[in-house]
Structure formats: C-alpha cells, structure tokens
Nanobody, 116 residues
Framework: QVQLVESGGGLVQAGGSLRLSCAAV????????MGWYRQTPGKQRELVAR???????NYADSVKGRFTISRDNAKNMVYLQMNSLTPEDTGVYYC??????????WGQGTQVTVSS
C-alpha cells in the first residue's frame, strides 16, 4: 500500500510564496512520474507540474516562470515551490505518483488560498 502525505498549504497574500511537499511512503518502487494537480470549485482537476524520471519538468502555462517542481529520489519526495502567487492559484493541490506497471496514487489534498 502506498500513501502520499502532503504538507505546506495555507493562506498567503497575493505576491507571496508557498512550498508544498509530498512524501510517498509504503511499498513503492520504480517511481515513473511525480506531479502536482489542483482543483478549484466548478473546475476539473488540472495538471500544475510534473516530472518524469530522467526527464525535464513540464508545467501548466499558467504557472510557468512562477512555480518550480523538484524531486528527491532518495527520499521519494516531490516539492512544489510556488512564487508570485495570485488569487487564481487558489485551490486544493494534490500530489500524484505513477509507479511500477501502471499504478497510481493520490494525496489527500492540501488547500492553498491566495488573498488579494
């Protein structure tokens, strides 16, 4: 069983920064992709950023130049550094890991609220 434990959400003013962390714990092996998604009321969950093992990160257009995703493979962790936050970044952020042969895990979600 794999569990993703997220932390780092909260309330911040526009222009501020937050750093999200996600730890993958349990019997996890061969992590292929680690990423972050977000969901806002009335909208579908959308990809924010992800990094494929051995590849370069890719980002949603709306966060390019402001967000940075990084991985610590030794610790099975993924981070999302979010700078220059705007109210449009408000939402629940979910960590996602794809591993093994077609396995997929999601975190419980962490709320990010950006006030104007």
């Amino acid at each position: 069983q794999v569990q993703l434990v997220e932390s780092g959400g909260g309330l911040v003013q526009a222009g501020g920064s937050l750093r999200l962390s996600c730890a993958a714990v349990g019997s996890i092996f061969s992590i292929n992709v680690m990423g972050w998604y977000r969901q806002t009321p009335g909208k579908q969950r959308e990809l924010v950023a992800r990094v494929i093992s051995g590849g370069v990160p890719n980002y949603a257009d709306s966060v390019k130049g402001r967000f940075t995703i990084s991985r610590d493979n030794a610790k099975n962790m993924v981070y999302l550094q979010m700078n220059s936050l705007t109210p449009e970044d408000t939402g629940v952020y979910y960590c996602n890991v794809a591993y093994g042969s077609g396995y997929d895990a999601w975190g419980q979600g962490t709320q990010v609220t950006v006030s104007s």
